[in-house]
């Protein structure tokens, strides 16, 4: 199938789909604002998918479960899969999306005690031209909580007036957080300054299941640096299998 037949295919389950996004807290935890500390969040998950470069079409899926607040390691599942869906821009989820739920079935087999109570997404969720990307996707096909964090951000026309290097300016004289809020009036997610003294921040969106201020939350609870501990754990283990391979392919 060409390609704009599968763009057009997806815009439409895309459409479809996002009814069922849920854009307030259906949580198993709650946030108490007075002590400004969750009670009930014991498990946090976090995923990532690397590609070598010698083969795009070979992924690494890692999901990392650690514990909350410690946010030490519990557990880890790797899977290297090969991918033939295309990569069409605004429809990463459709390329990934086997991928992360063949990671889901192997800790339902192996450890279904440490199900995450809510999933950070390496990628957006809200935070995309149809409001529906990868965060979006795998909450809805895991019924699961899921968060879309962004190491930069995904531009779009609503959004046309957002620029990366404006924001680092706005994070350099002191915000904590910018509303990413198109021309439309839509609000599409946040950028969030993270820990320390860094001014770049990360783009934090609802994906499924959870409010962007709860999102907010869990992630700056979840963060020693810039990324947060369970995309970042996933994202190392991904990345040396990643190195691994294409150090052994001539």
Not at 20 to 34: A, G, R
Not at 108 to 137: K, W, Y
Not at 193 to 198: D, S
Request: charge should be negative.
């Amino acid at each position: 199938m060409a390609d704009t037949d599968l763009a057009h295919e997806w815009t439409q389950l895309q459409s479809q789909l996002l009814t069922q996004v849920i854009e307030h807290d259906d949580l198993s935890f709650s946030y108490d604002p007075h002590t400004n500390e969750f009670s009930g969040l014991h498990i946090v998950g976090g995923v990532d998918i690397s590609y070598p470069r010698t083969n795009p079409d070979h992924a690494i899926v890692a999901l990392s479960i650690l514990s909350f607040p410690s946010l030490s390691l519990l557990h880890q599942t790797t899977f290297q899969v090969s991918i033939d869906v295309p990569y069409i821009a605004g429809f990463l989820a459709f390329r990934e999306i086997h991928a992360y739920k063949q990671a889901f079935a192997s800790l339902q087999a192996e450890r279904p005690d440490l199900m995450p109570q809510i999933l950070l997404v390496d990628g957006n969720g809200t935070l995309h031209p149809r409001r529906f990307g990868s965060a979006c996707h795998l909450g809805i096909e895991l019924n699961m909580p899921t968060i879309g964090v962004a190491k930069s951000l995904l531009h779009f026309d609503d959004l046309s007036h957002v620029g990366a290097k404006e924001l680092k300016g706005v994070f350099r004289e002191g915000a904590r957080e910018v509303e990413l809020k198109g021309q439309s009036g839509s609000v599409y997610g946040r950028a969030v300054r993270p820990p320390g003294l860094a001014s770049n921040p990360v783009f934090v969106s609802t994906g499924h299941r959870v409010s962007l201020d709860t999102a907010v939350r869990v992630v700056r609870a979840c963060s020693k640096v810039r990324v947060p501990e369970p995309i970042r754990v996933a994202d190392q283990q991904s990345r040396k299998i990643a190195q691994t391979i294409e150090s052994i392919v001539p």
